[in-house]
Every structure is written in structure tokens, then in C-alpha cells.
């Protein structure tokens, strides 16, 4: 079983630009991994536009664009991209939130999970976002830091106001049994 999860500059752009579009609501999407080792590596992080949107929630917001989802992976993945693991993403945006699974986050891996047979377990990141305020202003910045497990940003693009992230992740395997995966990044945002 993978112990960290590489969360290189794009997939982090691509995570914390759908987070932000969207922001205050919860955004989601699925991720590609790539297993080296001990490591997974977020190839890609997809948003999937079509969904419902709400404040502390999001789900799937339309059956018949998730059906073209499916069938349209099951093309490209005849090009090569077969070994790569399916996981997902997704915001946290209420106040007291955190970058941890909720009962709602398993009912939701359970249920790609009854998806597709091939998966021994599904790899979920969580993005808590939120939005700070500064008494001491400074130029645009973006910046990201480890701290125990979590990737640790803040995005700061007004001298006084920004967003703060916390980035986790956690490996779910069928049988229920949950891991944090220690997240790391190998670039700058
Ligand atoms: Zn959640």
C-alpha cells in the first residue's frame, strides 16, 4: 500500500482552481494516480462541472454526463493510461471544516468503489479552503508548506485577503479500512 501522495505544481493548480471558481460552494472532481513505489503521483485532477454544487456537500449532479464520463474513459484509457488509479477530490468551504473523510465522503467511495471492479482502493483528497483576512498587507503570493500529513497554501492574491488550504489524503480500501497518505509537493504552486 502507497504511504504519500506527490501533488505536483499542476494537479495543485488544477485542485485549487476549481475549489476557488466555485467558492464558497464545494467542488469536486476525479484524479489519475500514478503508483512509483511507495509514492502515488496525481497525474491529473478533473473537474467535473456538471455537479451540484452546495454549501458543506457536493454530489453528482447529472446521471447522463457521468454516463459520458465513464464511456469517454473507457476510450482513452485503451491509449496507455490503463495503470493509472482512479481517485477523486474534493472542497471542504464551511467554516468548522476539515480535511477529513466524512460518513458522506464513504458513502460516496463506496459507491465508485461498486463501480469499477478492477480497484483494490480509492485514493480521495480533500481540500479545506477558506478564505482569510490580513491585517498586515502584502503582495500578490502563493505558497505551500508540510505540516504532519497535510500540504499545507495559502493564495494570497490582495494585499489583505486570501485563501487558506489544507490539503489531506486518504486511501480507502473495500474493505473499509482508511489511511492518511502523507500529502507532499515537488514544485512550487
Ligand atoms: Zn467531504
Known amino acids: 500500500m502507497p504511504t504519500r501522495l506527490v501533488l505536483p ?4 493548480y488544477n485542485m485549487f482552481q476549481s475549489a476557488v471558481e466555485v467558492f464558497p460552494r464545494e ?34 449532479g447529472n446521471k447522463a454526463a ?15 493510461h490503463a495503470g493509472l488509479i482512479r ?7 464551511v467554516k468548522e471544516s476539515v480535511s477529513e473523510l ?5 458513502k460516496f467511495i463506496r459507491d465508485e468503489l461498486a463501480k469499477r471492479e478492477n480497484l483494490d482502493y480509492w485514493v480521495e483528497l480533500i481540500i479545506t479552503l477558506k478564505e482569510r483576512f490580513y491585517s498586515t498587507p502584502s503582495s500578490p ?5 508540510q ?31 482508511i489511511r492518511e497518505l502523507k500529502v507532499i ?5
Open 9 to 12: 505544481p499542476s494537479a495543485f
Open 27 to 60: 467542488s469536486d472532481g476525479y484524479s489519475f494516480l500514478n503508483p512509483q513505489g511507495r509514492d502515488l503521483v496525481v497525474v491529473r485532477a478533473c473537474p467535473i462541472q456538471t455537479s451540484k454544487r452546495g454549501f458543506g456537500q457536493v454530489d453528482f
Open 66 to 80: 457521468m454516463h459520458r464520463l465513464t464511456e469517454f474513459e473507457r476510450a482513452v484509457s485503451m491509449n496507455g
Open 87 to 93: 481517485g477523486g477530490y474534493h472542497s471542504h468551504t
Open 102 to 106: 466524512s460518513l458522506g465522503d464513504l
Open 141 to 145: 503570493t502563493a505558497r505551500t508548506w
Open 147 to 177: 505540516s504532519k500529513n497535510k500540504l499545507q497554501a495559502i493564495v494570497r492574491p490582495q494585499a489583505n485577503w486570501g485563501y487558506r488550504a489544507s490539503i489531506g489524503a486518504y486511501v480507502v480500501d473495500r474493505e473499509e479500512h
Open 185 to 189: 509537493t515537488n514544485g512550487k504552486p
